[in-house]
Nanobody
Framework: QVQLVESGGASVQPGGSLRLSCAAS????????LAWHRQAPGKQRELVAR???????NYADSVKGRFTISRDNAKNMVYLQMNSLKPEDTAVYYC??????????WGQGTQVTVSS
């Protein structure tokens, strides 16, 4: 049984930091491309950051320089370090693991709220 479980979401003030974590089980973690997506109220889900099996990363323009994605293959974990948070970062953040266009899994999401 495949599980992706996110944690670390919280309410923070603008300018603050959070680290999201995603624990994966039931997959050959090291061969999967891993990503964080987010969905704000009334908006479509969007890609925030991705790290491939080879370790290459890419980011949405809106988070470049503020967010960092990383993976720990020994622990089956993927992280999203979020700094300089803005109100527009408020969303539910989802962990995603993809092996191919036809094989992928999602977590249940964790809420991040940035507000003063």
């Amino acid at each position: 049984q495949v599980q992706l479980v996110e944690s670390g979401g919280a309410s923070v003030q603008p300018g603050g930091s959070l680290r999201l974590s995603c624990a994966a089980s039931g997959i050959r973690f090291r061969v999967y491309s891993l990503a964080w997506h987010r969905q704000a109220p009334g908006k479509q889900r969007e890609l925030v950051a991705r790290v491939t099996a080879a370790g290459s990363t890419n980011y949405a323009d809106s988070v470049k320089g503020r967010f960092t994605i990383s993976r720990d293959n020994a622990k089956n974990m993927v992280y999203l370090q979020m700094n300089s948070l803005k109100p527009e970062d408020t969303a539910v953040y989802y962990c995603n693991a993809d092996l191919s266009p036809d094989v992928g899994y999602w977590g249940q999401g964790t809420q991040v709220t940035v507000s003063s």
